[in-house]
């Protein structure tokens, strides 16, 4: 990986070495079984120029990872075009690239796996910080992210205008249904809980009901998940939770992008939005030889 790349990975806050294995995984599984027969039988002298374009209205993200993917194929000369964060519409090139036909056709299908696919979560996540603009809300993500590509959907979801959760079960502690089950109550799972981690560990509690709500701001929870709450509900919560100083409030359960302004005008803070991660679909970009 090149210094600038490297550089790149760090100052869009990702740990340049995760987002390497990542790629090498991705390009593991095009070139395990040998060399790229086609490219290299049809275009094996050529050098070409190309452009990603954006085929579609989105917004851009994953232009890093793009480059540690051109990084671990080598001989690409590559220029982004816009930055990730950036709106894109049908026609606008992204990023130029030359170098030797096999090396670009090679790296083609990885980086635009890469780039389609976190281009798709920061345009779901735009769309649900544009549609609850104004509000005091702030569209979150959750866990729900595919094995070894955390980091990078996080990222993507801050690159649409979001706000990462935790990124794993050690930064934070969630008490949800199962674990009051376990500890026997509400107000047991919040004890048992500070009783474990360290002072001033982060500590948000999920809740279902209103008695719930009602139990965690009692025994001195400040940070509530409500989930699957009516928006009757959730105004309710609200309420009892403007009672205590410092609380934030959390809306969660099947948040889409035509609820998703009603729900933020309950007064909560944030909307959790696993489909950011888990259903996005992808941003249609593709590559496209050009004469320079």
Known sequence: MTPETRGMLLEAGLDADEAERAVRLALDEDFRYGPDVTSAATARDGRLSAEVVARENGVLAGLPVAFAVLDAIGGIEREALLADGSRVGPGDAVLRLRGSAPAVLGAERTML?????????????????????????????????????????????????????????????????????????????????????????????????????????????????????SLDMMRAAVAEARRYPGVRLEASGRIELSTAREIALTGVDYLSVGALTHSSRTLDLGLDFTNG
């Open 113 to 229: 796996n890469f780039l389609t696919h976190l281009s798709g979560i920061a345009t779901a996540t735009r769309a649900i910080a544009d549609a609850i603009s104004g509000t005091e809300a702030v569209v979150r993500d959750t866990r729900k992210t595919l094995p070894g590509l955390r980091q990078l959907q996080k990222y993507a979801v801050r690159c649409g205008g979001g706000e990462n959760h935790r990124m794993g079960l050690g930064d934070a502690a969630l008490i949800k249904d199962n674990h009051v089950a376990a500890a026997g109550s509400v107000t047991k799972a919040i004890e048992a809980v500070r009783a474990y981690a360290p002072a001033g560990f982060p500590l948000e509690v999920e809740c279902d009901s209103l008695d719930q709500v009602r139990e965690a701001l009692v025994a001195g929870a400040r940070f509530l998940l409500l989930d699957n709450m």
